[in-house]
């Protein structure tokens, strides 16, 4: 994905006459990345488990509109924000008791639950209160360090950090990558997937309350239109940036590239007055072409160490 990076931004660059890698332009892609980077943390979290969540982007709207909701009955600021966190951790917390009690498939459970908060927050729009007018909230998403560099840019930036350290150099990164590659291996070893995958249900949430807060900031409403960044996003780029759908393997840094080069690639295209069909025929080939890597790159590795064997066993007896 990094080499699909660098030739595409040669390209686009090229193609754009340097405007593509001018700093006003890189400051709008990041900025675009910011929202959907919490999504792709917690998606990728879980996809290593081998979970995934399909209700993320609902549930990130869902606790931008809790707070607009309760800021306008006249909670405070870090009371609402407060107030989002804790309604996204029982969602999340929900989501696990039902694929976990209940037994239901991840697709399935948090599919029903997408749709479960879609519905409940068109009910509770009817009583209005969605506009958001807290001047903190208004400040922490359009604020600019230096006039130049928006302070969600650095929000982001740190925890993200925060979370490649707690995924490759903590006891509980090691749990995570254990109870995706080997479940059963894990429990046998004194491990406790299900405490794990509890905890990385309410994680995701509440990182998708941390996107809806901060989309809410930007816009000044909490609002379903204001999800923009789709219901596969997270997903998308955890598999463009080598996290696999079995689990155990796979990086936030390396789901940040795939978001990178989705966001890269989208942008570019729109530079170029090329038409929004082709970027998504284009991202879906590409999404096509990750999978294949990972699919054929297993396939090359096994057949690569087979000959090595097989040329190993000629030359000992040979010898």
Same mark, same amino acid.
């Given at each position: 994905?990094?080499?699909?990076?660098?030739?595409?931004?040669?390209?686009?660059?090229?193609?754009?006459?340097?405007?593509?890698?001018?700093?006003?332009?890189?400051?709008?892609?990041?900025?675009?990345?910011?929202?959907?980077?919490?999504?792709?943390?917690?998606?990728?979290?879980?996809?290593?488990?081998?979970?995934?969540?399909?209700?993320?982007?609902?549930?990130?709207?869902?606790?931008?509109?809790?707070?607009?909701?309760?800021?306008?009955?006249?909670?405070?600021?870090?009371?609402?924000?407060?107030?989002?966190?804790?309604?996204?951790?029982?969602?999340?917390?929900?989501?696990?008791?039902?694929?976990?009690?209940?037994?239901?498939?991840?697709?399935?459970?948090? %599919?029903?639950?997408?749709? $479960?908060?879609?519905?409940?927050?068109? +009910? &509770? /729009?009817? !009583?209005?209160? #969605?506009?958001?007018?807290?001047?903190?909230?208004?400040?922490?998403?359009?604020?600019?360090?230096?006039?130049?560099?928006?302070?969600?840019? %650095?929000?982001?930036?740190? $925890?993200?950090?925060?979370?490649?350290? +707690? &995924? /490759?150099? !903590?006891?509980? #990164?090691?749990?995570?990558?254990?109870?995706?590659?080997?479940?059963?291996?894990?429990?046998?070893?004194?491990?406790?997937?299900?405490?794990?995958?509890?905890?990385?249900? $309410?994680?995701?949430?509440?990182?998708?309350?941390?996107?809806?807060?901060?989309?809410?900031?930007?816009?000044?409403?909490?609002?379903?239109?204001?999800?923009?960044?789709?219901?596969?996003?997270?997903?998308?780029?955890?598999?463009?940036?080598?996290?696999?759908?079995?689990?155990?393997?796979?990086?936030?840094?390396?789901?940040?590239?795939?978001?990178?080069?989705?966001?890269?690639?989208?942008?570019?295209?729109?530079?170029?007055?090329?038409?929004?069909?082709?970027?998504?025929?284009?991202?879906?080939?590409?999404?096509?072409?990750?999978?294949?890597?990972?699919?054929?790159?297993?396939?090359?590795?096994?057949?690569?160490?087979?000959?090595?064997?097989?040329?190993?066993?000629?030359?000992?007896?040979?010898?």
């Amino acid at each position: 994905m990094v080499i699909f990076l660098t030739i595409f931004t040669v390209c686009f660059n090229v193609g754009t006459h340097g405007d593509f890698l001018e700093w006003t332009n890189i400051r709008f892609i990041l900025s675009s990345m910011v929202i959907s980077s919490y999504l792709t943390c917690g998606a990728a979290l879980l996809m290593i488990t081998g979970c995934l969540d399909l209700s993320a982007s609902q549930t990130a709207a869902f606790s931008g509109f809790v707070l607009a909701k309760f800021l306008f009955i006249g909670l405070p600021w870090y009371g609402a924000i407060i107030a989002s966190f804790v309604v996204a951790a029982v969602i999340g917390t929900i989501n696990a008791f039902l694929i976990h009690e209940i037994n239901i498939p991840p697709f399935v459970a948090t %599919l029903a639950m997408s749709y $479960i908060i879609t519905g409940a927050m068109l +009910l &509770l /729009s009817r !009583t209005g209160g #969605g506009f958001v007018l807290d001047e903190t909230i208004l400040w922490i998403g359009s604020y600019k360090i230096g006039g130049e560099v928006p302070i969600y840019l %650095l929000f982001t930036a740190i $925890i993200l950090a925060v979370y490649c350290v +707690l &995924l /490759s150099k !903590t006891k509980f #990164g090691k749990k995570v990558y254990l109870t995706g590659g080997n479940p059963v291996a894990a429990r046998l070893s004194g491990l406790n997937p299900r405490a794990t995958h509890y905890v990385l249900y $309410i994680n995701n949430a509440i990182l998708c309350a941390c996107a809806g807060v901060l989309q809410a900031g930007r816009l000044g409403v909490g609002s379903m239109s204001g999800v923009s960044f789709g219901q596969f996003m997270g997903i998308t780029c955890s598999i463009l940036g080598g996290i696999s759908f079995g689990g155990g393997r796979g990086n936030i840094a390396g789901a940040f590239v795939g978001l990178l080069l989705l966001t890269a690639v989208n942008n570019g295209l729109v530079l170029l007055n090329v038409s929004s069909y082709i970027s998504s025929v284009i991202s879906g080939v590409l999404l096509l072409v990750a999978l294949s890597i990972e699919l054929f790159g297993g396939v090359i590795k096994s057949w690569t160490l087979r000959v090595a064997r097989k040329t190993a066993r000629v030359f000992v007896k040979t010898i």
